[in-house]
T-cell receptor
Framework: GAGVSQTPSNKVTEKGKYVELRCDPI?????LYWYRQSLGQGPEFLIY????????DSGLPNDRFFAVRPEGSVSTLKIQRTERGDSAVYLC??????????????FGPGTRLTVL | GNSVTQMEGPVTLSEEAFLTINCTYT??????LFWYVQYPGEGLQLLLK?????DKGSNKGFEATYRKETTSFHLEKGSVQVSDSAVYFC????????????FGTGTQLKVEL
């Protein structure tokens, strides 16, 4: 079946602009995660949704970052007033259950964001 | 805090060589441990996992044993192939942390003929 998909695959923007990154999880997966991977680093947790609600947003670096999942499926990560330091690959993952239960996360291919 | 430390790469091996990629962790409680692999141009894939001490995870000829006494989860393979060339990430999910993962920095493996 279809895996996690993310759009766009690449996004180039200018400093100060607003961007939206989209994630389509695996159908039926209730949990959705966003991570950020800077060059040469491992992914870092940003936010986790259980259904429509953000169960844990402790990884969001500041209030310029926001994410939504209004219908419990597709999620959008929104970044306001982008800065050059926001340049990274943004990864989305989904899992069947979440809620603290130990289940496997399936990752999408990521969106490479470049802020000029 | 909770963290994962991996050996730095790149690691370059000849085909059929033995592979070890070291991973140690710091965590409260009893975390679950994972190895993820990222092939060129692809997304992260779960390679193997272990959820309690002395468990051995295995997949595709790779193995890793959860060693609580040394807080380690080293990845091994007896005979690597060119197709194993990828970046390998060690990760943990700690008790009380929900389902979020904490990753190491990754180790690039290059296998040559």
């Amino acid at each position: 079946g279809a895996g996690v998909s993310q759009t766009p695959s690449n996004k180039v923007t200018e400093k100060g602009k607003y961007v939206e990154l989209r994630c389509d999880p695996i159908s039926g997966h209730t949990a959705l995660y966003w991570y950020r991977q800077s060059l040469g680093q491992g992914p870092e947790f940003l936010i986790y949704f259980q259904g429509t609600g953000a169960a844990d947003d402790s990884g969001l670096p500041n209030d310029r970052f926001f994410a939504v999942r209004p219908e419990g499926s597709v999620s959008t990560l929104k970044i306001q007033r982008t800065e050059r330091g926001d340049s990274a690959v943004y990864l989305c993952a989904s899992s069947l259950v979440g809620g603290g239960a130990p289940d496997t996360q399936y990752f999408g291919p990521g969106t490479r964001l470049t802020v000029l | 805090g909770n963290s994962v430390t991996q050996m730095e790469g790149p690691v370059t091996l000849s085909e059929e060589a033995f592979l070890t990629i070291n991973c140690t962790y710091t965590a409260t409680g009893y975390p679950s441990l994972f190895w993820y692999v990222q092939y060129p141009g692809e997304g992260l894939q779960l390679l193997l996992k272990a959820t309690k001490a002395d468990d051995k995870g295995s997949n595709k000829g790779f193995e890793a044993t959860y060693r609580k006494e040394t807080t380690s989860f080293h990845l091994e393979k007896g005979s690597v192939q060119v197709s194993d060339s990828a970046v390998y990430f060690c990760a943990l999910r700690y008790t009380g942390g929900g389902n979020k993962l904490t990753f190491g920095t990754g180790t690039q493996l290059k296998v040559e003929l």
